[in-house]
């Protein structure tokens, strides 16, 4: 399974004993994956559902909660794929109406609604069973070992920026575009996503996207070591071997013996280690980084007058 469908599956288990989230919840799925129809002049709701297990969990919700008659259709997603389409189908019988008040799709002129009920955006439990709802039937997460991404794809410009001011409550500022024709609430920050998995309940997933980034900050700060200690490393050889051209230009042209003691000590022991460190040199004379750094610095000079620039 995709994480997006792990984190759906752990979402569809999370089950609220509270009625009133549960039909918020609902709502949010209706949304994001019914349709009101209106046959003969009565009023009927098709879900759209691909998990068996959610179409089970909804069927349940509708059943225990209004005592309607469901017809359930299966149908293949494609030709040839093991994925099932799962058609909750509420035909036209008496409180269907009521029912999709309660649900705030109507008004009670019989208006459709289009926006999100109030309720659902001034109680926070409320909003976080619609949020939920709404990752069930329209949302997607990148899986922790790729891009952070989540988002919600919504069929209305309307329906989106409804969604984007419910997530408002919770201090969190979506981004909104158009893709393929659907309008994409989304969130691209380590931040968001998270806080998004938090506010849905799925702690599962939360923990596997927090224990991604432990690793990719580790993977990260290894990386900038390593990094840098290589870059140390090439300053050290390359100023060692710029040291040893020095000395060659005084062996060659004046020899050794015209330096005086001391540097013809540090001249002897680089040309015995080319690859020990400032620190390692002073180690094995007796002197200080800088002790050793101002001796190197002298031969430096003398080469240079000697015409070795």
């Known amino acids: 399974m995709s994480f997006t469908e792990d984190v759906k599956h752990e979402l569809t288990h999370l089950v609220s004993k509270d009625t009133v989230s549960q039909l918020a919840e609902l709502s949010a799925l209706i949304r994001m994956d019914g349709s009101i129809q209106i046959i003969n002049h009565h009023l009927a709701v098709k879900i759209r559902l691909f998990h068996g297990d959610l179409a089970r969990r909804v069927f349940s919700l509708i059943k225990d909660r209004f005592g309607f008659s469901i017809e359930i259709i299966v149908r293949k997603y494609k030709h040839f794929s093991r994925k099932?389409?799962?058609?909750?189908?509420?035909?036209?019988?008496?409180?269907?109406?009521?029912?999709?008040?309660?649900?705030?799709?109507?008004?009670n002129n019989n208006d459709i609604v289009f926006q999100i009920k109030k309720d659902y955006l001034e109680e926070r439990k409320l909003a976080q069973a619609y949020l939920r709802g709404a990752f069930l039937g329209g949302g997607s997460v990148n899986s922790p070992r790729s891009e952070y991404h989540l988002e919600f794809r919504c069929e209305h410009k309307s329906q989106a920026e409804d969604l984007a001011k419910l997530l408002e409550i919770f201090d969190l500022e979506a981004h909104l575009t158009e893709h393929k024709g659907k309008h994409v609430v989304y969130f691209k920050s380590h931040a968001g996503v998270i806080t998004v998995l938090n506010i849905i309940g799925a702690h599962q997933a939360l923990l596997e996207m927090e224990n991604s980034q432990i690793v990719k900050e580790m993977k990260n700060n290894v990386n900038r070591r390593v990094n840098c200690e290589t870059a140390n490393l090439d300053k050290v050889v390359q100023a060692a071997m710029d040291q040893l051209k020095f000395i060659a230009i005084i062996e060659k042209k004046e020899g050794l013996d015209s330096l005086t003691p001391g540097l013809q000590e540090i001249a002897k022991f680089r040309k015995e280690n080319p690859y020990a460190s400032l620190k390692e040199l002073g180690e094995m004379v007796g002197l200080s980084k800088s002790g050793v750094n101002h001796r190197l610095r002298r031969i430096k000079k003398i080469a240079e007058e000697l015409g070795g620039r």
Do not use: A, C
């Open 84 to 107: 099932n389409i799962y058609e909750l189908i509420i035909t036209s019988q008496p409180g269907v109406k009521d029912f999709l008040i309660e649900l705030g799709f109507l008004n």
